[in-house]
């Protein structure tokens, strides 16, 4: 068992990621919105359609990952459960962005926007993981000392 300090500073480091997930979406979609969801030359039409619509998945995504961020710094129960609602939604949105890019081949011909999306979809794909194993993981550990 872990002991309520490691508890803590576990749960500080989870509430930084959500963070920092949560402020970064924030400027990426900003910037995206301001400049008309632009595309670049060999992009096809459907990735401008899909950035459109994930805006809405990408706010919710947002609100979660924000919420559980305040709710785990400030140790609050129910911090757990919006980290969870916002990590799964990160690690999904992970997966359709990959799967969308490998379908249109868009890894093939590698640009900026490309290289920028491998990095946002290993982070959602890798730290969203963590978080969803982190949380789980101290939930687990609660209800066995109950």
């Known amino acids: 068992m872990h002991s309520r ?3 803590a500073c576990s749960m500080r480091r989870v509430a930084a990621a959500l963070l920092i997930t949560g402020v970064a979406n924030m400027i ?3 910037e995206m919105i ?3 969801y632009p595309l670049r030359p060999g992009h096809p039409e459907a990735f401008r359609d899909l950035q459109r619509a994930m805006t809405w998945a990408d ?3 947002t609100l979660m990952v924000l919420a559980g961020a305040v709710g785990l710094w400030s140790d609050r129960s129910w911090g757990r459960l919006f980290g ?3 990590a799964s939604a990160l690690v999904y949105m992970g997966i359709l962005d990959v799967a969308f890019l490998t379908q249109h ?3 093939a011909r590698p640009d900026s926007v490309v290289l920028m999306m491998i ?3 290993a982070w959602a794909l890798g730290v969203g993981t ?3 194993f982190a949380l789980m993981r101290t939930s687990i550990e609660q209800e066995r000392r109950a």
């Open 34 to 36: 301001a400049r008309g």
């Open 105 to 107: 081949g868009m890894y």
């Open 130 to 132: 963590w978080i969803l």
């Open 59 to 61: 706010a919710y995504m």
């Open 84 to 86: 969870i609602a916002g």
């Open 28 to 30: 990426v979609y900003a």
């Open 119 to 121: 990095v946002v979809d």
């Open 5 to 7: 300090p490691y508890a």
